[in-house]
């Protein structure tokens, strides 16, 4: 069968791989990029192109009429720090989208639909480490919170009206291809720009903040092997629990020194993100995953810092 692949949210730091991956597989015209603006990243002007604002239903509903996707991929959201400078909006876009694909892809009888969540979905309750699939959920942050009544939509969307949707609650994400936006593990990306550019970096999370982390192709090849997965493994249609590594700064430093030994790590203080990343989980068990479809990391620590410095290293420094 022919696939007609949505993504929705191209140009973000999860959809710039997505959309590359996807296109690899099922070819440039068959993949659709969605976003406010078209992208500036080359590669991915390969293929189709929308302007689309995920809150204007009418315009999504055109995209669908055009394309009659097979899948959506809804990446389209305001993250945990960013949401926090403007909950309005964070609720509104990270629910309104939510709902206005799932009715569509209802309406227009979308095979599968593949939404985000996050670990921003467990709160100061939760366990700290290997936290269960099901435990205290009680998220402090607006992203958090519309995370966790999305995973719910979601289920219910796909126990009411059998839609196939499918969902990850990401960890924070580490890449080179493109930068993260608002987010509270985004000290994982910056210090390695930085760590080439100046040697140095100021993190604002301590030093032994410890958070789940994952590197970009982890996390793309497990979405992707989520979606080829037959329905009936699936026992989770809230989202996913999903691990690769959980680092701290210092740790994550002293790797870094490894390669580039005048590295030097400085901290701020009293960064509103610092109070984010206390209530969240310092690292996660995804047993159902792997169990489910055969989830397993591929990328230590030391692989992903050896991978981003080079990369970084060979396309922008
Ligand atoms: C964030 O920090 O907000 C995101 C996430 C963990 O969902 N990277």
């Not at 991929?73 to 509104?92: F, Q």
């Not at 670990?119 to 099901?134: L, W």
Request: charged content about 20%; hydrophobic content about 40%.
């Amino acid at each position: 069968m022919q696939e007609n692949i949505l993504v929705i949210g191209s140009n973000g730091q999860i959809g710039t791989e997505l959309v590359i991956a996807l296109r690899n597989i099922y070819g440039d015209s068959n993949v659709i990029a969605c976003d406010l603006q078209p992208s500036k990243q080359i590669e991915l002007s390969a293929g189709p192109f929308e302007v689309v604002n995920v809150l204007d239903k009418q315009v999504v509903s055109d995209v669908f009429k055009k394309y009659k996707p097979t899948q959506v991929y809804l990446l389209a959201a305001l993250l945990s720090a960013t949401g926090e400078k403007n909950p309005a909006l964070a609720w509104d876009l990270n629910m309104n989208g939510l709902f206005h694909v799932l009715d569509l892809a209802i309406e227009f009888k979308t095979a599968k639909v593949y939404w985000p969540s996050s670990i921003a979905v467990f709160g100061p309750n939760s366990p700290k480490h290997n936290t269960d699939q099901f435990c205290v959920m009680d998220p402090n942050t607006v992203y958090g919170i519309s995370k966790l009544a999305g995973e719910r939509w979601c289920e219910y969307y796909f126990q009411k009206y059998g839609l196939d949707v499918r969902s990850i609650r990401y960890p924070g994400l580490i890449s080179w291809k493109a930068m993260p936006g608002g987010g509270t593990t985004d000290y994982a990306v910056h210090i390695f720009h930085e760590a080439l550019k100046n040697k140095s970096y100021q993190s604002f999370l301590s030093a032994t903040t410890e958070l789940p982390m994952m590197y970009m192709d982890d996390a793309i090849r497990g979405t992707l092997e989520l979606m080829d997965a037959p329905a009936d493994n699936l026992r989770i249609r809230s989202a996913y629990n999903f691990a690769g590594v959980s680092f701290t700064p210092e740790i994550l430093a002293e790797e870094i020194k490894k390669h580039i030994p005048e590295f030097k790590l400085g901290y701020v203080e009293n960064d509103p993100r610092q109070l984010i990343a206390n209530s969240w989980p310092a690292s996660i068990n995804d047993d159902y995953a792997r169990t489910d479809w055969g989830w397993k990391p591929n990328y230590d620590l030391a692989k992903i810092t050896s991978d981003m410095l080079e990369n970084i290293k060979k396309t922008v420094y």
